[in-house]
């Protein structure tokens, strides 16, 4: 018997990382008018954020299907393994009712459906740990008891360069789009407790938003050692700045900088970047 991960390419977990931690995924799809490419598959985010800003046409994504689901799910475990299946939150997608469904159909398999309320390398964090437990021989209660840990514990800040792309979305009004872009507003999103954006605070400016993110991760962690991942969308020099600035204000344990996949990159744009962080002793 063993416990095998799985996750959809929104983790934005880099091929080697999944080899690395034994991790499964599923892809996401980005269409691009009659052309569709999967996500981390077919196109990679340097090659995707070009192609984005020179569409006249804003994409658009779509779930795997159930189908997707069961063939990998056959394919990686056998009837005595367990699978814990690990997805974006399901406020922002379809994709753990994709995941659902291939469970139902699948009645002799032991199937877990994670829905991580998180999206990119929050939801990647999550399937760190648990592949990191799944080695160390934890059993799939404990396992799932760690992961809840996680998503109760964990934070997501994000800022977008632009509104428009979450506006052309649905994920947000048009008058709050507009006004943000009149004013230069920028408003820190944040996932809610159930996995919706929602605004947490607004700035006049970049620098002023950096620092109300990073009071806002003080008033939340205090001095606590923490596990933190910066991700962005084709700004990596945005990230890498704000990371030396966490090291030095915060009780950084381990940081990683990750791109922002085609499928997330779709709804938030090029420029968009964000912090995730949680306690770094719940891991243990």
């Known amino acids: 018997m063993g416990i095998k991960i799985v996750v959809d390419s929104t983790c934005d977990l880099q091929d080697d990382v999944l080899q690395e931690y034994g991790i499964e995924r599923v892809s996401l799809k980005v269409h691009f008018k009659n052309e569709t490419y999967r996500d ?17 046409v804003l994409p658009t994504t779509s779930q795997p299907s159930p189908a997707e689901f069961i063939d990998l799910y056959k394919s990686i475990a056998t009837e005595d393994d367990s699978i814990i299946s690990i997805h974006l939150g399901a406020k922002l997608s379809g994709t753990v009712q994709s995941a659902v469904l291939a469970k139902s159909m699948l009645e002799n398999y032991d199937i877990t459906v994670v829905d991580s309320k998180q999206a990119t390398c929050g939801t990647g964090f999550i399937a760190i740990a648990a592949a990191e437990a799944a080695k ?24 977008v360069d632009t509104l428009e792309y979450l506006k052309k979305g649905g994920r947000i009004g048009k008058a709050s789009a507009l006004i943000g872009s009149l004013l230069n507003i920028k408003p820190i999103l944040s996932l809610d407790i159930d ?55 915060l009780n950084i344990a381990d940081i990683m900088i990750a791109d922002i996949g085609p499928v ?21």
């Not at 981390?40 to 569409?55: A, T, V």
């Not at 003080?218 to 990596?236: F, M, Q, R």
């Not at 709804?267 to 002793?281: T, Y």
Request: hydrophobic letters at 35%; charged letters at 30%.
């Open 40 to 56: 981390w598959i077919d196109i990679k985010p340097k090659e995707f954020y070009q192609k984005l800003r020179n569409s006249e």
């Open 136 to 159: 160390h021989g934890k059993s799939k209660e404990d396992i799932l008891a760690l992961i809840e840990k996680i998503i109760d514990n964990q934070r997501t800040l994000f800022m």
């Open 195 to 249: 996995g919706g954006v929602m605004s947490v605070d607004k700035a006049r400016g970049k620098k002023k938003a950096e620092k109300a993110i990073l009071q806002i991760l003080k008033n939340t962690y205090g001095d606590k050692e923490l596990s933190v991942a910066l991700c962005h969308a084709d700004s990596i020099d945005t990230v890498e700045e704000f990371s030396s600035i966490l090291k030095e204000e």
């Open 264 to 284: 997330i990159g779709t709804h938030v744009g090029p420029g968009a970047w964000g912090v995730i962080a949680h306690e770094k002793n719940l891991k243990s």
